[in-house]
């Protein structure tokens, strides 16, 4: 099994950045494709991005797209959301997420562990 444990949000003024970090355990880290997402208050969690095994291949929301960078490295087994230019409708509390296949998904569905989530709050 995996467990996660995200850190790095806090509160930002928009136009600011963060950079969100998720710890994870496990020896099979490396054959698993990560995820993050985030959810509102009111609001459904929405996926944000995704990262294939290697990190060769990586996959965005629409919305955060040329503003958010997911990376990889499964020697320290960590998995970073680079973020961006923040907006306010980016206050969200963000999770990283497991899925145990080689490549990732947009699907919630779709992934067996997820961290405790972190506040990310952008002010305007």
């Known amino acids: 099994q995996v467990q996660l444990v995200e850190s790095g949000g806090g509160l930002v003024q928009a136009g600011g950045s963060l950079r969100l970090s998720c710890a994870a355990s496990g020896r099979t880290f490396s054959t698993n494709a990560m995820g993050w997402f985030r959810q509102a208050p009111g609001k459904d969690r929405e996926f944000v991005s995704t990262i294939d095994w290697s990190g060769g291949s990586t996959y965005y929301a629409d919305s955060v797209k040329g503003r958010f960078t997911i990376s990889r490295d499964n020697d320290k087994n960590t998995v970073h959301l680079q973020m961006n230019s923040l907006r306010p409708e980016d206050t969200a509390v963000y999770y990283c997420?497991?899925?145990?296949?080689?490549?990732?998904?947009?699907?919630?569905?779709?992934?067996?562990?997820w961290g405790q989530g972190t506040q990310v709050t952008v002010s305007s």
């Open positions: 997420a497991v899925r145990q296949r080689r490549l990732g998904s947009v699907l919630e569905n779709e992934y067996a562990y």
